[in-house]
């Protein structure tokens, strides 16, 4: 089945250590997408990839880049990770920005 | 600044009765609306939709109604069932740019 893969799952690390989250796709879909969910609140796009296009959210902070080396991978980094970045981190693709988009199962991100 | 609310974090409704999901929104630049729903340890995946053209859109058990003028959406589940019992997310998005706003959620458990 076609789908998007992000691993781990879950990920603990200590607080400044730098951590990178992963996610694939099988779709072969244009449009890779992060969104940070914190608890009970809404899914907030961090940044986003139109092909090799970066497109960074004007309020995402600096802490946190992506990177994405071909059409099926895209990382995310989070470079010296705060108790506030502690949080379910969502990987998501389109095969164009207008069209429907697919999640993966998340990453949830637990920083010590 | 959250451009899209959902009201009411949870729902208990029970088995074969109507489930009304309520979802408001700010920005009159928003023309498509989307609800997904999310089981726990899943991503979100794509429920239905509507365009700013239409104010009823139906798909099997799932009815959404848009009223434009009061920058509001609902989202109809007739006849609830066991398997409905999820997390539902209403977003939406504008032309200009596509990119998903989402609420935060409302917790919906059907009850046998």
């Known amino acids: ?112 | 600044d959250q451009q899209v609310k959902q009201n009411s974090p949870s729902l208990s409704v029970q088995e074969g009765r109507i489930s009304i999901l309520n979802c408001d929104y700010t920005n009159s630049m928003f023309d498509y609306f989307l609800w997904y729903k999310k089981y726990p340890a899943e991503g979100p995946t794509f429920l239905i939709s509507i365009s700013s053209i239409k104010d009823k859109n139906e798909d099997g058990r799932f009815t959404v109604f848009l009223n434009k003028s009061a920058k509001h959406l609902s989202l109809h589940i007739v006849p609830s069932q066991p398997g409905d019992s999820a997390v539902y997310f209403c977003a939406a998005s504008s032309t200009n740019d596509y990119k998903l706003s989402f609420g935060a959620g409302t917790t919906v458990t059907v009850r046998a």
């Open chain 1, 1 to 112: 089945d076609a789908m998007v893969i992000q691993n781990p799952r879950y990920q603990v690390t200590q607080f400044g250590k730098p951590v990178t989250l992963s996610c694939s796709q099988t779709l072969n879909h244009n449009v890779m997408y992060w969104y940070q969910q914190k608890s009970s609140q809404a899914p907030k796009l961090l940044f986003h990839y139109y092909d090799k296009d970066f497109n960074n959210e004007a309020d995402t902070p600096d802490n946190f880049q992506s990177r994405r080396p071909n059409t099926s991978f895209c990382f995310l980094d989070i470079r010296s990770p705060g108790l506030g970045d502690a949080a379910m981190y969502l990987c998501a693709t389109s095969r164009s920005p207008q069209e429907t988009q697919y999640f993966g199962p998340g990453t949830r991100l637990l920083v010590l």
